[in-house]
């Protein structure tokens, strides 16, 4: 559901690359949770993965919006450099008012306006920050989850093993208790009650 409303502010405000992230981080949540349903560790271990490389795409865009590393927020790299939009959250946070001033007065910028917002409570970056900030307590509280979940799918294949679940030579055993009759009537036939038997009918 966080994922979700991520994507959905990413879409409104044309961010590219989230919006990407975004798409792979919902389907790989959704192939955890499979998973999860369907005793696939396999896929959950996926999903622990994907966790790693989610939580290091968010720490990037923090270090994006608070410019750090030489980053800066005001860059086109979120939106591959394909348009000079911005985080939907820098024109509708909260308190904020945008307002538009016609620029027809100025040579060359003729049928175009200047958009001012004021009285932001809070900055947009820092918007963005949170967001980020709270998917990575969430894959990290997922990375738990999946690694406890892969534990004791492995702890139940074992018992089930153990118990003969999974015994790679079934025929041996099956084959055991006839082999032991074979070898007692074998006793029995040289044992000396056995050759007295054989005595008393050759008599």
Not at 25 to 31: E, K, S
Not at 173 to 193: C, D, G, M, R
Request: charge should be negative; glycine fraction near 8%; charged fraction near 15%.
């Amino acid at each position: 559901l966080a994922a979700l409303e991520r994507q959905v502010f990413d879409f409104l405000g044309y961010q590219w690359a989230p919006i990407l992230a975004n798409f792979l981080h919902i389907i790989i949540v959704i192939l955890g949770l499979f998973g999860t349903i369907q005793y696939r560790p396999r896929y959950i271990v996926v999903y622990a993965i994907w966790t790693a490389i989610w939580v290091t795409w968010n720490i990037f865009i923090i270090c994006f919006y608070l410019e750090v590393g030489g980053l800066s927020k005001d860059s086109e790299l979120l939106t591959f450099n394909i348009s000079r939009h911005q985080s939907w959250w820098s024109e509708n946070g909260p308190g904020c008012v945008r307002k538009e001033a016609s620029m027809s007065g100025i040579k060359g910028l003729d049928n175009h306006s200047y958009i001012s917002v004021i009285g932001c409570a809070l900055e947009y970056r820092y918007i963005e920050v949170m967001h980020s900030s709270f998917q990575i307590l969430i894959a990290l509280v997922g990375f738990v989850y999946a690694c406890y979940v892969v534990s004791v799918f492995t702890e139940e294949e074992d018992s089930f093993d153990f118990i003969g679940g999974f015994d790679p030579f079934p025929l041996y055993h099956v084959n055991e208790k006839p082999t032991n009759l074979l070898f007692k009537q074998t006793y029995l036939w040289i044992s000396p009650a056995g050759f007295s038997g054989m005595e008393g009918m050759n008599k």
